[in-house]
T-cell receptor
Framework: QQPVQSPQAVILREGEDAVINCSSS?????VHWYRQKHGEAPVFLMI?????EQKGHEKISASFNEKKQQSSLYLTASQLSYSGTYFC????????????FGKGTKLTVNP | EAQVTQNPRYLITVTGKKLTVTCSQN?????MSWYRQDPGLGLRQIYY???????DKGDVPEGYKVSRKEKRNFPLILESPSPNQTSLYFC???????????FGPGTRLTVL
C-alpha cells in the first residue's frame, strides 16, 4: 500500500521553512526519505527505524511517529539547492522488506 | 567508485520488439530492485530480488521479466513492449534490511 504524502507541491522563498508529511495505513517498521532533482536519480537522505526517532542532515531533519504511522520531513532555512521532489518510502512491520514509495512532494525554492 | 550502472540510458523502440535493460552494481549488495517512474505516480516497484535466483513481484510486474543469475547483475526484460510501458526506469541496490538504496542513473524508454 502506497504511503500518502502531503502536500503534493510547495513553493518557498529562500530561508523559509517547510514540512512534508508521509502517512501509512499500515504499522511501519521503517521510513526512508529520498530527494530527486530533475533528470537525476533519487538520492538517499535518511532512514528512521524506531517510533519517535528523529534524525537530521544539515538543516533537514525528520521524525517518525510510530503510533500515528506517519513521518514528517522538516526543511529549515531552505536553500536553493533544496529544490526537487521528495519521496518517502515505507517498510511495513511483519517481515517483508519491500520498500514502497509515495507519489512525491515537489519542493521549489525561489530566490 | 561504488555505483549502479544501467544501459542503455535512452531507448526508443516499437511495439512488440523484445528488449533488455541491463543493471549492474559493484557494491556486493544482495538486494536489487527495478522501479518505473511516471508523472504524478512516484516510484513504483516492478520486481525485486533478495539474492541470486531469488526474485519476487513488486507492485506493477505485468509485462516485465527479470532474472538474477549473478549477484551483480539484474536485467529487466520486456518480451513484447507496449506504449503503456513508456516510462523512466530505475534500478537500485542495497544491503538486506533497512539500508540505503543506491539508484542507477535511469533509463528513459519510449515505445512507439
Amino acid at each position: 500500500q502506497q504511503p500518502v504524502q502531503s502536500p503534493q507541491a510547495v513553493i518557498l522563498r529562500e530561508g523559509e521553512d517547510a514540512v512534508i508529511n508521509c502517512s501509512s495505513s499500515k504499522a511501519l517498521y521503517s521510513v526512508h526519505w529520498y530527494r530527486q532533482k530533475h533528470g537525476e536519480a533519487p538520492v538517499f537522505l535518511m532512514i528512521l527505524l524506531k517510533g519517535g526517532e528523529q534524525k537530521g542532515h544539515e538543516k533537514i531533519s525528520a521524525s517518525f511517529n510510530e503510533k500515528k504511522q506517519q513521518s514528517s520531513l522538516y526543511l529549515t532555512a531552505s536553500q536553493l539547492s533544496y529544490s526537487g521532489t521528495y519521496f518517502c518510502g515505507t517498510v511495513p512491520q511483519g517481515g517483508s522488506e519491500k520498500l514502497v514509495f509515495g507519489k512525491g512532494t515537489k519542493l521549489t525554492v525561489n530566490p | 567508485e561504488a555505483q549502479v550502472t544501467q544501459n542503455p540510458r535512452y531507448l526508443i523502440t516499437v511495439t512488440g520488439k523484445k528488449l533488455t535493460v541491463t543493471c549492474s552494481q559493484n557494491m556486493n549488495h544482495e538486494y536489487m530492485s527495478w522501479y518505473r517512474q511516471d508523472p504524478g505516480l512516484g516510484l513504483r516497484q516492478i520486481y525485486y530480488s533478495m539474492n541470486v535466483e531469488v526474485t519476487d513481484k513488486g507492485d506493477v510486474p505485468e509485462g516485465y521479466k527479470v532474472s538474477r543469475k549473478e549477484k551483480r547483475n539484474f536485467p529487466l526484460i520486456l518480451e513484447s513492449p507496449s506504449p503503456n510501458q513508456t516510462s523512466l526506469y530505475f534500478c537500485a541496490s542495497s544491503k538486506p534490511g533497512p539500508h540505503t538504496q543506491y539508484f542507477g542513473p535511469g533509463t528513459r524508454l519510449t515505445v512507439l
